[in-house]
């Protein structure tokens, strides 16, 4: 199995909180992984880190062997490692065909270049050809404000896939959609991801998707991860019940414990 990121020693404080420590993990191709943790436990700075948004205060970061530490997104992009956001990052007021004709054009180029047009014809055959694996070409000539959440997250994630990624990081795929349409969404990303054949690492606070989606997962409480293994596993164990997923509730310490 190939490995495709790797992460050694990897922290990050703010002042004197610290938002990640010791971040040490192997991700290999092909893998759906899940982070969970409560809040402020550090997933989305690690995310932050390895996509090129936030500088780690120390260690290192591999993707497909080459250290890529103090790359920022858009060269990340560029060599295959990009992301979608909790709060989808769209122009609201321009056509959703726009919005992914832009992110190409941007994507392309080192600076966005005001002259150039932004609608070419490849531009477009690409943007249509994901607009239809995510099931949302029926709003290609609407404003993002007309999509509906689900729609619009989708779009950012369409946006992540356009550049033909190795791996993609989602975070929090699923925030702020409705229940009804968690699953759809979630089906629709996953079989888009299975026919490119991505790497797949997604944040997500609802332990449904992450028992259905992935296959292992990165728990962490605290800026450390305290378990990474298989779903099972690690939905199981006593530490995450406690710290995470509040299925359990910690034991208050007795008289005789030290
Ligand atoms: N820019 C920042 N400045 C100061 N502290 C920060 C900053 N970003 C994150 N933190 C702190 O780092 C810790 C980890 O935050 P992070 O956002 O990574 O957690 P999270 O697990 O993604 O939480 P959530 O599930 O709420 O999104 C928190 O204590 C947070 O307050």
Same mark, same amino acid.
């Given at each position: 199995?190939?490995?495709?990121?790797?992460?050694?020693?990897?922290?990050?404080?703010?002042?004197?909180?610290?938002?990640?420590?010791?971040?040490?993990?192997?991700?290999?191709?092909?893998?759906?992984?899940?982070?969970?943790?409560?809040?402020?436990?550090?997933?989305?700075?690690?995310?932050?880190?390895?996509?090129?948004?936030?500088?780690?205060?120390?260690?290192?970061?591999?993707?497909?062997?080459?250290?890529?530490?103090?790359?920022?997104?858009?060269?990340?992009?560029?060599?295959?490692?990009?992301?979608?956001?909790?709060?989808?990052?769209?122009?609201?007021?321009?056509? #959703?065909?726009?919005?992914?004709?832009? &992110?190409?054009?941007?994507?392309?180029?080192?600076?966005?270049?005001?002259?150039?047009?932004?609608?070419?014809?490849?531009?477009?055959?690409?943007?249509?050809?994901?607009?239809?694996?995510?099931?949302?070409?029926?709003?290609?000539?609407?404003?993002?404000?007309?999509?509906?959440?689900?729609?619009?997250?989708?779009?950012?994630?369409?946006? &992540? =896939? !356009?550049?033909?990624?190795? =791996?993609?990081?989602?975070?929090?795929?699923?925030?702020?959609?409705?229940?009804?349409?968690?699953?759809?969404? =979630?089906?629709?990303?996953?079989?888009?991801?299975?026919?490119?054949?991505?790497?797949?690492?997604? #944040?997500?606070?609802?332990?449904?998707? #992450?028992?259905?989606?992935?296959?292992?997962?990165?728990?962490?409480?605290?800026?450390?991860?305290?378990?990474?293994?298989?779903?099972?596993?690690? !939905?199981?164990?006593?530490?995450?019940?406690?710290?995470?997923?509040?299925?359990?509730?910690?034991?208050?310490?007795?008289?005789?414990?030290?």
């Amino acid at each position: 199995m190939t490995e495709i990121l790797k992460t050694e020693g990897l922290s990050r404080y703010f002042g004197a909180v610290t938002a990640a420590e010791d971040i040490n993990i192997t991700i290999t191709e092909g893998e759906i992984v899940g982070v969970i943790g409560s809040n402020g436990a550090g997933k989305t700075t690690f995310i932050n880190m390895v996509t090129g948004y936030l500088p780690p205060s120390s260690g290192t970061i591999a993707f497909g062997g080459a250290p890529i530490k103090g790359l920022g997104p858009r060269k990340l992009m560029r060599k295959g490692l990009t992301r979608s956001f909790q709060i989808p990052q769209l122009f609201l007021e321009l056509p #959703v065909i726009d919005n992914l004709a832009i &992110a190409l054009a941007s994507a392309e180029h080192n600076q966005f270049q005001m002259l150039r047009p932004v609608r070419t014809p490849r531009r477009l055959a690409a943007a249509d050809n994901i607009l239809e694996q995510m099931n949302i070409s029926q709003y290609r000539d609407e404003m993002v404000t007309a999509m509906p959440q689900g729609a619009r997250k989708l779009l950012d994630i369409a946006i &992540a =896939m !356009l550049g033909n990624p190795k =791996m993609l990081l989602l975070d929090e795929p699923t925030s702020g959609v409705s229940m009804e349409e968690k699953y759809t969404l =979630m089906d629709t990303v996953m079989e888009a991801v299975k026919r490119r054949g991505l790497t797949v690492l997604f #944040v997500e606070h609802d332990m449904e998707i #992450v028992q259905r989606y992935v296959t292992r997962v990165l728990a962490f409480a605290s800026g450390v991860v305290i378990k990474d293994g298989p779903v099972d596993e690690v !939905l199981a164990d006593k530490q995450v019940q406690e710290l995470v997923t509040g299925k359990r509730k910690k034991q208050p310490e007795t008289e005789g414990d030290a």
